[in-house]
C-alpha cells in the first residue's frame, strides 16, 4: 500500500496508510476486540450480541466465520459511518450486502474489510417479517447502493433513505420477491403466462 | 471543455438507449444515455436481461450440482467461479473443524487451471477492447492463442468452456500425462507473444489517444464503489487477494501485483496485459514445483469426500481473486445437503454500478472505451 491517498470527501473517504503489520493469513481474527469496542462506544442497547461459531458439540458445530455482530436496525447507518471513520477500525469497504429470509425474520449482513489493518468484522441487523425496514447506507459506502437494491427486489427489504430504490434485476412490476422462502410465482405477467 | 462553458452552449437534453444488443456493451446491458450534444450527462445501466436468479435455484441443489451453476455466472472464467465456491464449502468444514484435506496435486492443479483461465480470459478483454476502440487484428490474436488454452481445458476435462472441474475436496479427474509438456510449449510460445499484443495496440497512437486520460477513476472513488481486481488496481491500489489472503498454494509463489497510475482506461487495460506475463510466471514455478515434489506420479487429487456432501450449520463469507476481482460467496448451511442462502458478490455487479459516476461528463465515443475497459460479464452481473 505504497500509495496515500488525500480525503475530498466524507462520502469517499479511504484510508490506505498502513499501521499494524500484515499478519500471515491475511485477516486479523481478533473479532472480540471489535466487538468490545463497538460495544463499548454505543452500548447494549444498540450492539446487541455478538453471534460466534459453537463448536463445543463436534457433531454438531455451529460456523459463524466472520462472526456477526447484532445491531439493532434503525442505528446501523448511525454504527456503520462510525466503524468506516473510527482510528481503530477503519473498516472503509464494504465487501458484500447480503439478505437472508429465516422464517420471522428478514436479516440482512454487512461484510466489511479494512485495507489498512487488516481485519473484517459482519455486521446483521434482524427486522420483522411484515414491516422489513433498514436505514441504507449509501451515503457511507456508495457500492451499498445496487446491493441494497438488489436486496429489495429480491428479498423485499425497504431501504429507508435511499437514493433510488427502483428495480434493478427484476423486470419492472414483477410481483414478489423471489429469494423469499414462500415465494411463489405469479401466474401472468403483463398478460403473459409464467412459466411461459 | 470546462462545464462551464458547454453550458454557454447548451443544447436541448436528448434521451439515447444503448443496447440491449449493442455490440460494445459486452453482452445483454441497456444504457439509458442523457446527452447534451455529444456529451452524456447521465448514463444509467438497466441490468437484469440474463438474470435467471442462480441464488434461488441455489437454495434446492445439492452442494456438488451448484457448481455447474456457479460456471455459467462468469463463462469466461469459470474455473475461478468454481475454485471460489469450492473453498468456501471447504472452509465451512473447515471452521467446523471438519477439516477436508486437499490432495497436494488438486492444489496446485487448481492454482494451474485458474491462472490458464485467468490468461483466457484477459485474451478475450484484450481482443475486443481492441474492437471497441476500433481495432480489429487484435481480436483475432487474441482469439487464436485463447483457443490453445481452451485446447488444454477440453483435454483435461472435456469442456471449453463451462468446466464441472473443480469440485468439494479436490479436482475431479487427473491432468493428461503429457499435460505439463503441452503447457510448457505453450507458455513458451504465449510470453513472446505478449510482446507483440503490446505492438500491436498497447503502444499504438490511435489507441492511446482513445484511452488515456479518459474515464479516470480515482483510488478513493474507486475503493468506495468497491471496485477490486484490475479495475482497482488500475487506480494505483495494489491489492490482490492471492497476495494478500493467498488461498490453495499461491504463498509459494513469487509474482509481482502489477499497477496504474491515472487510473484511465489505458492503466486499466495495462494492468491486465501486465498480469498476463505474471500468470505466466506462476504457471512456470506451479509446474516446477510439482516436478520437484514428485506430483507428476501421484494419482490422488481427490480427498475423501463421503457421498453427500452436508457441511456443517453455519454462515461464512469466503472471497477469492478472479479475472474480474474479488468474488465473494456467502453460504448459510442449514447442515443439509443443500444450502439454505448462497448469496455471490460478483465483481462485475460492483464495478458496473459506479457507471453513472466514471462516465459523467464525457464523450459518447469516450463511453464505448469506459465500458470496454472495465471488462464486465453480463452473466456475472445478473446471475
Redesign the interface.
Known amino acids: 500500500?505504497?500509495?496515500r491517498?488525500e480525503?475530498?470527501s466524507p462520502?469517499?473517504?479511504?484510508r490506505?496508510d498502513v499501521r499494524h503489520p500484515?499478519s500471515t493469513?491475511?485477516?486479523s481474527v481478533d473479532y472480540d476486540e471489535i466487538y468490545e469496542h463497538l460495544r463499548g462506544r454505543f452500548g447494549t442497547e444498540v450492539v446487541l450480541e455478538h453471534v460466534q461459531?459453537d463448536?463445543t458439540d463436534?457433531k454438531?458445530?455451529?460456523?459463524?466465520?466472520?462472526p456477526?455482530i447484532l445491531i439493532r436496525p434503525d442505528t446501523i447507518a448511525e454504527v456503520s459511518a462510525f466503524i468506516r471513520d473510527d482510528d481503530g477500525l477503519q473498516m472503509?469497504?464494504?465487501?458484500?450486502v447480503?439478505?437472508?429470509?429465516r422464517g420471522d425474520v428478514l436479516s440482512v449482513?454487512y461484510?466489511t474489510h479494512s485495507?489498512g489493518l487488516?481485519h473484517r468484522a459482519?455486521m446483521r441487523v434482524d427486522v420483522v417479517r411484515s414491516d422489513p425496514v433498514v436505514p441504507t447506507v449509501e451515503q457511507i459506502?456508495?457500492?451499498a447502493?445496487?446491493?441494497e437494491r438488489?436486496a429489495h427486489d429480491?428479498m423485499g427489504i425497504v431501504f429507508e433513505g435511499h437514493s433510488d430504490l427502483r428495480?434493478?434485476?427484476?423486470?419492472e412490476g414483477w410481483e414478489g420477491h423471489?429469494?423469499r422462502k414462500d415465494?411463489k410465482v405469479q401466474e401472468y405477467y403483463r398478460g403473459m403466462r409464467v412459466p411461459y | 471543455m470546462p462545464t462551464t462553458e458547454r453550458k454557454a452552449f447548451k443544447s436541448e437534453d436528448m434521451v439515447l438507449s444503448m443496447g440491449p444488443q449493442h455490440p460494445s456493451t459486452h453482452g445483454v446491458l441497456r444504457l439509458e444515455l442523457r446527452t447534451d450534444g455529444e456529451v452524456v450527462e447521465l448514463a444509467t445501466p438497466h441490468i437484469g436481461y440474463l438474470h435467471r436468479n442462480f441464488e434461488k435455484h441455489a437454495e434446492s441443489v445439492p452442494y456438488p450440482g451448484i457448481i455447474p451453476y456457479t460456471d455459467r455466472m462468469d463463462y469466461v472464467a469459470a474455473m475461478n467461479n468454481e475454485l471460489g465456491f469450492c473453498l468456501a464449502v471447504e472452509a465451512l468444514f473447515d471452521r467446523g473443524g471438519k477439516t477436508i484435506k486437499i490432495p497436494e496435486k488438486a492444489q496446485y492443479i487448481r492454482v494451474i487451471v485458474a491462472e490458464m483461465n485467468r490468461i483466457a480470459s484477459h485474451l478475450l478483454a484484450f481482443g475486443t477492447y481492441g474492437l471497441d476502440t476500433g481495432a480489429f487484428t487484435p481480436f483475432l490474436y487474441a482469439f487464436r492463442d485463447r483457443e490453445t488454452v481452451l485446447g488444454l481445458f477440453e483435454e483435461i476435462c472435456g469442456a471449453r468452456l463451462l468446466y464441472n472441474y473443480i469440485r468439494i475436496g479436490g479436482v475431479v479427474k487427473d491432468l493428461t500425462p503429457d499435460f505439463h509438456h503441452k503447457l510448457r510449449d505453450f507458455l513458451d510460445y504465449f510470453e513472446p507473444q505478449i510482446d507483440v499484443y503490446n505492438k500491436l495496440l498497447t503502444d499504438n497512437m490511435i489507441f492511446l489517444g482513445r484511452t488515456r486520460g479518459v474515464g479516470v477513476f480515482t483510488a478513493e472513488q474507486a475503493l468506495s464503489y468497491g471496485w477490486s481486481g484490475p479495475n482497482l488496481r488500475g487506480s494505483g491500489v495494489k491489492w490482490d487477494l492471492r497476495k494478500e489472503e493467498p488461498y490453495c498454494v499461491y504463498d509459494r509463489f513469487d509474482f509481482d501485483v502489477p499497477i496504474g497510475v491515472n487510473g484511465d482506461c489505458w492503466d486499466r487495460y495495462k494492468v491486465r496485459m501486465d498480469e498476463m506475463g505474471e500468470s505466466v510466471r506462476i504457471l512456470r514455478q506451479a509446474l516446477d514445483q510439482m516436478e520437484e515434489r514428485g506430483l507428476l506420479e501421484d494419482t490422488v487429487v481427490m480427498a475423501k469426500v463421503r457421498g453427500t456432501i452436508r457441511p456443517p450449520a453455519g454462515e461464512i463469507y469466503s472471497r477469492t481473486e478472479t479475472p474480474r476481482g474479488d468474488l465473494g460467496y456467502f453460504i448459510k448451511s442449514d447442515a443439509t445437503d443443500t444450502p439454505e442462502r448462497v448469496k455471490v458478490r460478483s465483481p462485475c455487479f460492483t464495478a458496473l454500478s459506479a457507471m453513472e459516476e466514471i462516465s459523467r461528463g464525457c464523450l459518447v465515443g469516450d463511453l464505448i472505451a469506459i465500458i470496454g475497459s472495465i471488462d464486465i460479464v453480463l452473466g456475472e452481473i445478473d446471475r
Request: hydrophobic fraction near 45%; charged fraction near 10%; charge should be positive.
Open positions: 500500500m505504497s500509495k491517498v480525503r475530498t462520502a469517499v473517504q479511504v490506505l500484515a493469513t491475511g485477516v461459531s463448536l463436534p454438531k458445530p455451529i460456523v459463524f466465520d466472520p456477526q472503509g469497504s464494504l465487501m458484500c447480503s439478505s437472508l429470509d449482513v461484510h485495507m487488516r459482519a459506502w456508495p457500492t447502493n445496487w446491493h438488489e429480491l428495480t434493478l434485476i427484476l423486470p423471489p429469494l415465494y
